[in-house]
């Protein structure tokens, strides 16, 4: 497709199961992003991509969080045993390189409520 | 990445130009500004970024003052559709060496309501 596509667009989930959100960016972008949005906040970045390699984690609130990337391509983020606190808007970005002028084009985003 | 500081809401009438002013006093040379806006229920957009000079495209005007302390996103002929959350970020251009490459730090931005 032509833009960054995320799936499932909403998820409803028990507390304690575990979820796997998904990021397919834009073709040959090498970074990608993984950023956080709780209702009525602002965004929290959480993790970033450089090719398959995570340089930057330090947005994961807990290692209740993970993310993984293959192929240079589609991104994984897994939540375990999920807690209402989890429940957010998980937004991914691309961009062609992470250099001056990068400019991030993001999906529509997962919307995630933990009852 | 340098602080930035937006009003946090603004009032626009349809077709008018919206101002939207962005402080960042503490911008370092490398920084870059870019404005980013977020729809309701929709992922942030990029608009325009600059570095020292002022910037067109086909959305929307950045000027940046001579110091670079601050800067204005200029919506020429605003519409219903421009009304969404605008936010301001001050990026370093690159980060040699470091590991937080191109992240973007969103504050809680403006809240532009675009009226008929």
């Known amino acids: 497709g032509a833009g960054v596509s995320q799936s499932p667009s909403n998820k409803v989930t028990e507390k304690g199961k575990d979820v796997e959100l998904r990021c397919d960016p834009i073709?040959?972008?090498?970074?990608l992003y993984w950023y956080r949005q709780r209702l009525g906040q602002g965004l929290e970045f959480l993790i970033y991509f450089q090719g398959n390699s995570a340089p930057d984690k330090s947005g994961l609130p807990s290692d209740r969080f993970s993310a993984e990337r293959t192929g240079e391509s589609v991104s994984t983020l897994t939540i375990q045993r999920t807690q209402q606190e989890d429940s957010a808007v998980y937004l991914c970005?691309?961009?062609?390189?992470?250099?001056?002028?990068?400019?991030?084009?993001f999906g529509a985003g997962t919307r995630l409520s933990v009852l | 990445d340098a602080k930035t500081t937006q009003p946090p809401s603004m009032d626009c009438a349809e077709g008018r130009a919206a101002n939207l002013p962005c402080n960042h006093s503490t911008i370092s040379g490398n920084e870059y500004v870019y404005w980013y806006r977020q729809i309701h229920s929709q992922g942030p957009q990029y608009i325009i970024h600059g570095l020292k000079n002022n910037e067109t495209n086909e959305m929307a005007s950045l000027i940046i003052t001579e110091d670079r302390k601050s800067s204005t996103l200029i919506l020429p002929h605003a519409t219903l559709r421009d009304t969404a959350v605008y936010y301001c970020?001050?990026?370093?251009?690159?980060?040699?060496?470091?590991?937080?490459?191109?992240?973007?730090?969103f504050g809680q931005g403006t809240i532009l309501t675009v009226h008929p």
């Open positions: 970020i001050v990026r370093v251009a690159n980060n040699a060496g470091g590991t937080s490459y191109g992240k973007l730090t």
């Open positions: 970005a691309s961009s062609s390189h992470p250099g001056g002028g990068n400019i991030q084009y």
């Open positions: 073709s040959g972008h090498t970074a």
